[in-house]
């Protein structure tokens, strides 16, 4: 797979106040259906990072490329209602600003 096959994009999540010990935690028992899930949509390398004093999450994804499946995977969403009392949320979705890359060094 080349590097123009693959495909990146980046977000930010904010965390409930109070809730960044609790996030930490269930990041650090993600389920393994939760992860199959993920590499069975193509899911590359996923990498998150928090800034404590914003409660503000980083996320970055590198996926195979392929299109996302039109219905999402019954775990995944099982996994997104487990975080809704951690993460701020936009109705059953967490509230997440899309990053645009504007520089790459490769």
């Known amino acids: 797979m080349t590097a123009g096959e693959m495909r990146a994009s980046a977000f930010v999540l904010t965390v409930r106040p109070g809730m960044t010990a609790e996030y930490r935690r269930r990041h650090e028992a993600v389920w393994p ?18 800034c404590e004093a914003t409660r503000q999450v980083f996320g970055f994804r590198l ?39 504007v520089f790459l060094m490769t």
Do not use: K, S
């Open 63 to 101: 996926t195979d490329g392929r299109p996302l499946p039109d219905a999402e995977d019954a775990v995944i969403l099982r996994w997104r209602a487990h975080m809704a009392d951690v993460l701020e949320m936009e109705g059953d979705r967490p509230r997440a600003l899309p990053l645009e890359r």
């Open 33 to 50: 259906e939760m992860l199959a899930a993920l590499r069975a949509q193509g899911t590359l390398r996923y990498e998150i990072y928090l």
